[in-house]
């Protein structure tokens, strides 16, 4: 798996924006800005949108937020206009068909022939800065994601209750 400092693969892919536009997406979007790429396993799941809803809050932050699963951009199009959980998120998810950006990054279960829900955390350097990696049937806290990606931009120690604005160590 990919690991703390090494280059997060580029990649272009197609996807739907928050407009339900089929998008062409490109990490080169995403290289001056600190990053959140999320891996889920299926779109039409229970889990999932769950997840997908509750990574919103960090593009209300202002930050950059990606989901990835492997079906296809009109099974994630179809979704999107007919989940009422996720029909309203401001970032794209696309469409990591074939796994093959999964597969790089070291995140697939070849038994379920998914990608593994995986979180990383991305520099403006394109750097990871954060990996963590979840079983498929548990979901991921995005308050948690928010608070390690806002100590990781502070640039110093942060405890483990670190929360933005608090002193560094």
Known sequence: ???????????????VDDKNNLVTVSSKDYEDDWSVFFFYPKDF???????IAAFDKLVVKGYKVLGFSGDNEYCKLNW???NDIIKN???????DRGLL???KLGIVDWSEGV???????????????????NELDTGRNSDEVLRTLE????????G???QTGDDLL
């Open 45 to 51: 799941t229970f889990i999932c949108p769950t997840e």
């Open 80 to 82: 999107k206009q007919t």
């Open 151 to 158: 100590a990781l931009k502070a640039g110093g120690k942060t």
């Open 115 to 133: 990608a593994l829900r995986a979180t990383f955390i991305v520099d403006n350097k394109n750097q990871v800065k954060h990996v963590s990696v």
């Open 101 to 103: 950006l999964s597969e």
């Open 1 to 15: 798996m990919i690991g703390i400092n090494e280059t997060f693969p580029a990649f272009e892919l197609t996807g």
């Open 89 to 95: 998120i401001h970032y794209p998810l696309v469409a």
């Open 160 to 162: 483990c209750d670190w």
